[in-house]
């Protein structure tokens, strides 16, 4: 066995232990083609042959074959492989990272290797890609030779990091069958007994039960239950580990203050196990635990950040029906769904927490346009108050803009319908009345004489019906029918109309006129953003905080008659940073971007600061700035405005590049930056 590849090993093992294997399945869990397993097994046999067993595909499963004693002599030599041994590469990459997450000092590289039964090598071209991954997620791993390895950031950042790694790592119903014990994946078995022990896991999962019974907390959803799981064993563990999670005080008392009858059956649960945690622990399980509530119903979270959620959604569906090249009425339903949907999420992100989507592949794929164009949109909008909307949140945005297009394009896809008749008025009002009576579909019924016919049929009508038969007089399709209108016509005009409607793409009833009307640039949003680069500041500052910051920056816009009042600014501004979530991670950047009453032209200036000053980053974490990139808009701003000022933020999360011309560049090669970055073209 020792010539075995991993792989190999993984196949012959889960034979001996499962059974039968559907090749499917399996292909699925290796991530390799089905042709590839069926050329393992080729190698695997020829191995097999010394002990006179075989594995032969039977209707798209593999089967081990010979005398049960020779299959147990294979199995005791797996007994003397460690399990962690027979990981694939993927797994083997989400344990070390997990166990860098959780980790209380830094670990050697060499004990990844000796766990893992892998030369070193290997280990380094993982850690390429870990560290890759979490900088995605505002942490940075640490690899110094004779230290060690060891993930730079938030405890908030590491955790949640750590949920979406085992999120991304297994299907949520693999998940689910793991926590409700219907699971024999051994590779789970191994995430959770590596990272929490299996004391700690079977607790745990005995905690989850007693949480769900007896009303205590009424919850139905699965992937809440999972959440609550990750996130319990996540408070457990770090506590025992001295570590547990520092949250602002303010967060803490409000908090245990609001979910006071959540953290008493919390605490319930905790005792019956022995199980003490601190405060901060208990607002962290809180917040997980009613993250889907909304808990800001006066929209507190948007007004903080500076903005007005309406226009948020105005812009969003401007934005996206623009990016499609189709009008989109944001109508009342349309606009309730979006508020109720993204005053919560505003919540969740400010909070670094992040809604599971189980569906968002099926909402990517069955709304792949409207899916990015709805992402380059939510960019634009949100990237202005430093928020990055996650897939996730892209994929309900998505579904409720997908909606109302659908009942839009519904309540157009309504007939026009000619009827040729030469049978007199009354005759035609009957017919008429009794098309539009019996099918729904038809909203507008024009009638017309065999004279006038050749002349109304070029007008473009969905479905022609005729009482007389005029199919020699003309090449159209036409339907012909008897006046009275008998069940047989009826059977042949509802046909009709269900083809129409399927083909659905001329059947659109007349909208008002501004509904079809585009978003087109004009000269005065030209010269508004003309104005607005011309104006644009490169300015140094001298303090040695946030406040004295924002309060200089203020004066100078004042003085510069950029602003006509300072205190309501100032204010504005304050409360936004006082919000957190302005600093771009790890860049040494902050944004600062408000919309008010007191300018008449919208602003963009750079602020450069002498020394770096601490500013609250994501995460509840902190951050040296040395630069702050100021937007202000009008209240009442433009789109065109609005839409060049989301792909300036847009680009400080996206650019390194236009990060260091932001720190470093003098005014002109900003200035330039700028001009590039809204006059590119962004392709969907």
């Given at each position: 066995m020792d010539g075995f590849t991993v792989r190999q090993k993984f196949i012959l093992s889960n034979l001996i232990e499962k059974g039968p294997l559907s090749i499917k399945d399996l292909s699925h869990q290796i991530d390799v083609s089905e042709r590839t397993i069926m050329r393992e097994m080729s190698s695997i046999n020829d191995w097999l042959k010394q002990y006179k067993l075989h594995i032969s595909k039977i209707g798209g499963e593999l089967v081990i074959s010979g005398n049960q004693k020779d299959i147990d002599r294979i199995r005791k030599l797996f007994d003397r492989t460690p399990p962690l041994w027979l990981l694939t590469q993927e797994q083997r990459q989400v344990l070390i990272t997990a166990q860098l997450l959780l980790a209380k000092e830094p670990i050697k590289s060499a004990?990844?290797?000796?766990?893992?039964?892998?030369?070193?090598?290997?280990?380094?071209?993982?850690?390429?890609?870990?560290?890759?991954?979490?900088?995605?997620?505002?942490?940075k791993l640490i690899r110094r030779r004779g230290y060690g390895l060891e993930i730079i950031g938030s405890d908030w950042s590491k955790r949640n990091a750590f949920a979406e790694l085992l999120y991304n790592f297994k299907s949520i119903s693999e998940l689910l069958a793991f926590l409700y014990e219907d699971n024999s994946d051994y590779s789970l078995h191994a995430f959770f007994e590596v990272t929490f022990g299996k004391e700690l896991v079977t607790n745990v999962k005995g905690m989850i039960k007693k949480l769900y019974s007896e009303n205590r907390i009424l919850k139905t959803n699965d992937v809440d239950n999972f959440s609550t799981f990750i996130h319990l064993l996540l408070a457990i563990e770090r506590t025992r580990s001295n570590m547990a999670i520092e949250l602002p005080e303010d967060i803490i008392k409000d908090t245990l203050m609001n979910e006071f009858s959540v953290i008493k059956d919390l605490m319930n649960v905790l005792d019956e196990d022995g199980i003490e945690l601190p405060e901060s622990e208990l607002a962290y399980l809180a917040i997980h635990l009613m993250e889907d509530r909304n808990r800001y119903t006066d929209e507190k979270v948007q007004k903080e950040l500076g903005f007005e959620l309406e226009d948020a959604v105005w812009e969003i569906v401007s934005i996206t029906g623009k990016r499609l090249n189709m009008s989109i009425l944001c109508d009342n339903q349309l606009m309730s769904g979006l508020r109720q949907h993204i005053n919560p999420a505003l919540y969740r992100l400010t909070m670094g927490l992040e809604v599971?989507?189980?569906?968002?592949?099926?909402?990517?794929?069955?709304?792949?346009?409207?899916?990015?164009?709805?992402?380059?949109?939510?960019?634009?909008?949100?990237?202005?108050?430093?928020?990055?909307?996650?897939p996730n949140e892209v994929g309900y945005v998505t579904m409720h803009i997908g909606a109302a297009i659908e009942r839009q394009h519904g309540l157009e896809s309504i007939l026009r319908v000619l009827v040729i008749c030469p049978n007199g008025i009354s005759t035609v009002k009957i017919l008429c009345g009794k098309l539009k009576s019996k099918f729904p579909e038809i909203d507008e019924v024009e009638a017309c004489s065999l004279r006038e016919m050749e002349e109304k049929i070029k007008k473009?009508?969905?479905?022609?019906?005729?009482?007389?038969?005029?199919?020699?007089?003309?090449?159209?399709?036409?339907?012909?029918?008897?006046?009275?209108?008998?069940?047989?016509?009826?059977?042949?005009?509802?046909?009709?109309i269900k083809i129409k409607m399927e083909e659905g793409s001329s059947m659109k009833k007349p909208l008002p006129a501004d509904f079809y009307e585009e978003a087109v640039e004009t000269e005065a949003d030209f010269v508004a953003a003309d104005n607005m680069f011309k104006n644009f500041r490169l300015k140094s500052v001298a303090c040695d905080n946030i406040r004295n910051t924002i309060k200089e920056i203020v004066q100078e816009l004042y003085d510069s008659d950029v602003i006509?009042?300072?205190?309501?600014?100032?204010?504005?501004?304050?409360?936004?940073?006082?919000?957190?979530?302005?600093?771009?991670?790890?860049?040494?950047?902050?944004?600062?971007h408000i919309r008010t009453e007191e300018?008449?032209?919208?602003?963009?200036?750079?602020?450069?600061?002498?020394?770096?000053?601490?500013?609250?980053?994501?995460?509840?974490?902190?951050?040296?700035?040395?630069?702050?990139?100021?937007?202000?808009?009008?209240?009442?701003?433009?789109?065109?405005?609005?839409?060049?000022?989301g792909k300036i933020s847009a680009s400080l999360v996206e650019s390194e590049h236009f990060i260091n011309v932001l720190r470093f560049g003098d005014i002109a090669d900003i200035r330039n930056e700028l001009i590039k970055r809204i006059n590119r073209e962004e392709c969907i």
């Open positions: 004990y990844f290797g000796c766990q893992f039964n892998v030369v070193e090598g290997t280990i380094i071209f993982y850690l390429d890609k870990i560290e890759g991954w979490l900088r995605t997620k505002n942490l599971r989507n189980p569906i968002i592949n099926d909402i990517r794929d069955y709304y792949k346009d409207l899916y990015e164009a709805v992402d380059y949109a939510c960019r634009l909008v949100f990237s202005k108050y430093n928020l990055i909307i996650p473009n009508y969905d479905i022609i019906l005729s009482t007389v038969d005029v199919s020699k007089k003309s090449g159209n399709d036409i339907l012909f029918i008897s006046p009275f209108l008998p069940s047989k016509d009826i059977e042949k005009v509802g046909e009709l006509a009042e300072i205190n309501k600014v100032e204010n504005q501004i304050l409360k936004r940073e006082e919000k957190g979530s302005v600093v771009i991670p790890g860049s040494h950047v902050a944004l600062l300018i008449d032209s919208p602003f963009v200036g750079v602020f450069r600061l002498e020394h770096f000053i601490e500013m609250k980053s994501a995460g509840f974490s902190v951050d040296d700035v040395d630069t702050i990139l100021v937007m202000i808009a009008r209240k009442n701003e433009r789109d065109y405005i609005l839409e060049i000022l």
